[in-house]
């Protein structure tokens, strides 16, 4: 079991009403303690003076790219990169070609991001085909693009 001591690091988390410096011990990459002061002689040390220590981020407005414009960012990039910023989840938008406005899209972009194993990537659907404002993208997605966003 891994495990990763950060001492001294404000830990902020706002669902907690916490603001304080305190250390925090990971195990297994999942927080197992919090406390003014721990000691755990088998943990990897890090000093998070002048460091906040806080959940993941979501990035509600991203633009992956993949399908169709590869050359510019793939989900795999993308996802790679906001984890790199503290990121655990991205919302991308649906201007890809095609455009997000079907299942098929929709679960193509899912399985990059399965396979790429970075952040939680959420695909936004178009609401209307295309996204040329005519007509509505099909029904059915707009209720799976709600129930994956509760998920």
Partial sequence: MSRLL????RVVDPSQRLDEGLDVLLADGKIARLAERI???????ID??????????IDLHVHLREPGFEYKETVASGAAAALAGGFTAVCCMPNTQP???????????????AEAGKARVYP???VSKGQAGEELAELGQLSRWAEMALA
Avoid: M, S, Y
């Fill in 39 to 45: 000691e755990d002689r088998g943990a990897e040390v």
């Fill in 48 to 57: 998070g003076t002048g460091l906040v220590a806080a959940p993941g981020f």
């Fill in 6 to 9: 950060i001492k001294h690091a």
């Fill in 124 to 126: 936004l659907g178009a």
């Fill in 99 to 113: 455009v997000n406005d079907c299942a098929a899209v929709t679960e193509f972009v899912r399985a990059r991001a």
